[in-house]
């Protein structure tokens, strides 16, 4: 049976937003756990809260070098009117005091370093004499002046993050100064692509005539590992449907979503329906109203999502961007993936008619938006999304659009 032009199955040109719809009924959230070490925690999501089994710092410390004494010994100090005090040891960052400081002594302290019982204030060295056994100090501090409490950080008990956070450097060094080398994280989400064509050449190998090299396994393979995302299988699949079955069969047993690229479209040798159909999977979804990518099937086999884009780079390219990252939101709960709408100013026009939605690539900047020339734009190319970070989301119908007007983009950068 010829699954393209039939239609029973699934529903046929829908919108973006219904097709992404139809995509999360089948994206289950990713509820396995594992230990992570923190040196490799970027980008992982903590599966459970973390508290705090000491106090951060864990002594009163010194946030400065000088002297640690009495303050009410020093209030009156002034250049003029020295106060004098017996300096009765030394205590440096990493050891611990062995006396008390009593009534008109001092000890010689380093910033980071305990400050010993008696001592309420330190004194930055430079308003003393430097004394090794008599310091003069030659200004007042008032009580828990440079002054860092015990837990002023962290205090113990606390649940310091929680449970769903996103780690970065920042959560990493707070977990590494809470004792923690290891944290549970989700594991990671797993997306398999198969990329399709008799004409793919890999790259690196000599090129035959009529054949292309392939870019798609490589930008998407890219994408998702810098997405976070692992890639448990990355392959090329030639023309075949009863091999890209078998593929699919495989990808779905362990991916959390696949992802292929070419032969989706009315073509004799786009064999992506009947493939999927010999596979088992149920089609949700054939041609979304967008360009690119417009005929791009979406299925569910064994329960796994497939997104199968067109093989025109840049229409797989931008498709991905927007059906396979709310599904990722979906399987982590992280808003990280979620496509990041903003406003911006074109600062060159398009002028080109659009019956149905269009995404542009383009480069945002300060508020700005800057696209490529017409001729840049075709599914085809991939050369000129080169330095470009956002998609333009053109509505349908739009005549053309000048330059100083203002469009919706989706943000591709990876910073927050
Ligand atoms: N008669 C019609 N022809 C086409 C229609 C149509 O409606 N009627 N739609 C066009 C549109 S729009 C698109 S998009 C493409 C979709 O094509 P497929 O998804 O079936 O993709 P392929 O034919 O396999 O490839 C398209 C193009 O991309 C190149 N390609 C494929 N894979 C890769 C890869 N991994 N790396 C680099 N380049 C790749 C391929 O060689 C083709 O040039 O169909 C239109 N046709
Ligand atoms: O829908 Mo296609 O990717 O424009 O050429």
Not at 51 to 56: F, I, N, P, R
Not at 158 to 184: D, F, M, Q
Not at 317 to 340: H, K, V, W
């Amino acid at each position: 049976m010829d699954t393209r032009k039939t239609g029973s199955e699934g529903e046929e040109r829908v919108t973006l937003e219904r097709a992404v719809r139809l995509l999360l009924d089948h994206c289950s959230i990713i509820a396995e756990t594992e230990r992570c070490s923190v040196l490799d925690c970027t980008g992982r999501i903590l599966a459970d809260d973390v508290y705090a089994k000491g106090d951060q710092p864990p002594f009163d410390r010194s946030p400065v070098d000088g002297y640690a004494c009495r303050s009410c010994d020093i209030t009156d100090a002034s250049s003029e009117n020295p106060v004098y005090l017996e300096v009765v040891e030394e205590i440096d960052a990493g050891s611990w005091p062995t006396r008390a400081v009593g009534s008109g002594q001092a000890a010689r302290i380093m910033t980071g370093a305990p400050i010993p019982a008696g001592a309420d204030c330190c004194i930055y060295q430079e308003k003393t004499d430097y004394g090794e056994t008599c310091v003069a100090v030659f200004q007042g501090c008032q009580q828990h002046g440079n002054y860092c409490f015990r837990g002023e950080d962290i205090q113990a008990g606390t649940a310091v993050l929680k449970r769903g956070t996103r780690l970065t450097y920042v959560e990493a060094g707070i977990l590494a100064g809470l004792g923690l080398c290891e944290v549970t994280v989700y594991r990671k989400i797993r997306a398999a692509v198969l990329a399709s064509g008799d004409e793919l050449t890999e790259p690196g190998q000599p090129l035959q005539p009529g054949k292309i090299y392939d870019s798609n396994l490589y930008f998407l393979a890219v994408r998702l590992r810098e997405l976070g995302i692992e890639v448990p299988v990355c392959r090329r699949v030639p023309d075949s449907e009863a091999e890209m079955a078998e593929a699919l069969g495989d990808a779905c047993q362990k991916a959390d979503l696949v992802i292929t690229t070419g032969g989706v479209s009315v073509g004799k040798r786009d064999i992506m329906h009947q493939a999927l159909a010999m596979a088992g999977a149920r089609r949700l979804f054939w041609k979304i109203l967008i360009k690119p990518g417009m005929p791009t099937i979406g299925s569910v086999l064994n329960g796994t999502p497939v997104i199968s884009l067109s093989g025109n780079p840049f229409g797989a390219l931008a498709d991905f961007e927007l059906l396979c990252r709310p599904a990722f939101e979906s399987m982590t709960g992280d808003s990280f993936y979620a496509p990041r709408m903003r406003n911006a100013i074109l600062s060159r026009g398009f002028l080109k008619s659009s019956p149905s939605r269009r995404f542009l690539r383009g480069r945002f900047e300060n508020g700005e938006v800057w696209i490529p020339e017409v001729k840049k734009h075709a599914s085809g190319i991939l050369s000129s999304m080169a330095g470009c970070n956002c998609l333009v989301d053109i509505s349908a119908g739009t005549e053309r659009i000048e330059a100083g007007e203002s469009v919706t983009i989706c943000d591709l950068s990876l910073d927050r």
